[in-house]
């Protein structure tokens, strides 16, 4: 049994509780949040604590926070020589500090509050300072899925940009097409068909050898149309930019 204290109340700690609640080899001992937020509706309220003094003795200490308080939640820490780690993609193992042994716990996905993950295809990139604790990080992310990674700081760094490409910017372009779609009166819905084959291709092979479209084809004359119904600065902006960059990687020019 892994003892674990949960630190933080926002969407990666909630779902980590709700996940690891299920879990018979691991035991959620204790929650920390400022606000005392219950993370799950069976959750014991004398669980849920508010000042780091009253820290139990655990196995492991996950601070599942925002990535910018994770050095001063850290640094702030009662204790020495304990296992702490943190969930985020983009924040090097180092900011944890000295005091106590540290490591990285990433589950490499979007986390919305009330939307289900299913952790079993979640991939997890495990980093920790020594192998005991490396193989503590395996056993617990085990209990959720089966895709483990040992992925170091500077490479976790790298998939973390990746991420923002093909999760953040990619929903960002959703949205736009669901804005062209209202503005026309147009249900965004026939488009869904479209998202998901794309998403399917892409998991099956190269990005590159599926890329279809104007800017690839070099077709002017539809992308002049494209550009005159989008009304937007922005959009018509960001139109060119992802067109010419397709172009440049492509071979093709406007």
Do not use: W
């Amino acid at each position: 049994m892994i003892r674990v204290v949960l630190l933080g109340a926002g969407n990666v700690a909630t779902h980590f509780y709700s996940a690891f609640y299920k879990e018979k080899t691991v035991e959620i001992i204790q929650c920390y949040n400022r606000k005392n937020i219950k993370l799950h509706p069976d959750q014991k309220e004398d669980l849920i604590i508010t000042d780091l003094s009253d820290l139990k003795e655990a196995d492991v200490y996950i601070l599942a926070i925002h990535d910018d308080a994770i050095k001063e939640i850290a640094n702030l820490l009662p204790f020495r020589n304990k296992f702490v780690v943190h969930t985020s993609g983009s924040v090097p193992i180092d900011v944890l500090g000295t005091n106590n042994r540290t490591g990285v716990l990433y589950p490499l996905q979007t986390f919305t509050k009330d939307t289900y993950v299913d952790f079993s295809t979640v991939p997890f990139c495990l980093e920790a300072e020594n192998s005991n604790d490396l193989q503590t990080l395996k056993t617990l992310a085990s209990s959720l899925s089966k895709k483990i990674f040992e992925i170091s700081s500077a490479q976790r760094g790298i998939l973390h940009v990746a991420a923002v490409f093909v999760n953040n910017f990619v929903n960002h372009m959703f949205a736009i097409g669901n804005d062209i779609c209202k503005e026309h009166q147009v249900p965004f819905e026939i488009l869904h068909p479209l998202i998901l084959e794309t998403a399917q291709k892409v998991s099956l092979t190269d990005p590159d050898s599926i890329q279809t479209g104007p800017a690839v084809r070099n077709d002017t004359k539809t992308i002049e149309r494209h550009l005159n119904i989008l009304k937007e600065k922005s959009q018509k902006n960001i139109y060119q930019l992802l067109t010419t960059a397709i172009q440049d990687k492509h071979g093709k020019k406007l």
